[in-house]
């Protein structure tokens, strides 16, 4: 099964970090995407570059900004195969964010 492992942080997470551990957390996340059961990954532009958008009424709405004015904003994701939640969850654990303030939510995937 697939799972989404989002992570949300508060923006500028890692400017308090020294040179050392910005650079150990980088090789951590590159490390995961490296790992075989790795479907794909991403990580996002800050939040202040997002555009939402809705239809109401056959018109289209866009707003400036992300869809929640929230302290942890949606960072990046990772797609994982894994054979079930707890090994997902283990992975999961594995994201530098979640042990530097931050929170991944682990969700499974809708197969097609």
Same mark, same amino acid.
């Given at each position: 099964? $697939?799972? *989404? !492992? ?9 400017? #308090? !970090?020294?040179? /050392?551990?910005? +650079?150990? /957390?980088?090789a951590? =996340?590159? *490390?995961?995407?490296? &790992? *075989?059961?790795?479907? %794909?990954?991403? $990580?996002? $532009?800050? /939040? +202040?570059? *997002? ?6 009424? %056959?018109?289209? !709405?866009?707003? &400036?900004?992300? =869809?929640? &004015? ?9 797609? =994982? +195969?894994?054979?079930?939640? &707890?090994?997902?969850? +283990? !992975?999961? /654990?594995?994201?530098p ?5 931050g ?6 995937v #809708?197969?097609?």
């Open positions: 099964m $697939q799972y *989404a !492992l989002m992570i949300y942080t508060e923006p500028g997470y890692h400017e #308090v !970090l020294s040179e /050392a551990e910005r +650079e150990s /957390a980088r951590e =996340f590159l *490390a995961l995407a490296d &790992d *075989a059961r790795c479907v %794909g990954h991403a $990580q996002l $532009q800050p /939040a +202040e570059t *997002a555009t939402c958008v809705r239809v109401a009424g %056959g018109r289209t !709405l866009m707003t &400036d900004g992300p =869809f929640a &004015d929230t302290k942890e904003v949606l960072g990046g994701v990772y797609l =994982f +195969e894994a054979a079930n939640l &707890d090994e997902a969850i +283990e !992975l999961a /654990a594995r994201i964010a979640a042990r530097l303030g929170v991944v939510e682990v969700r499974p #809708v197969a097609p």
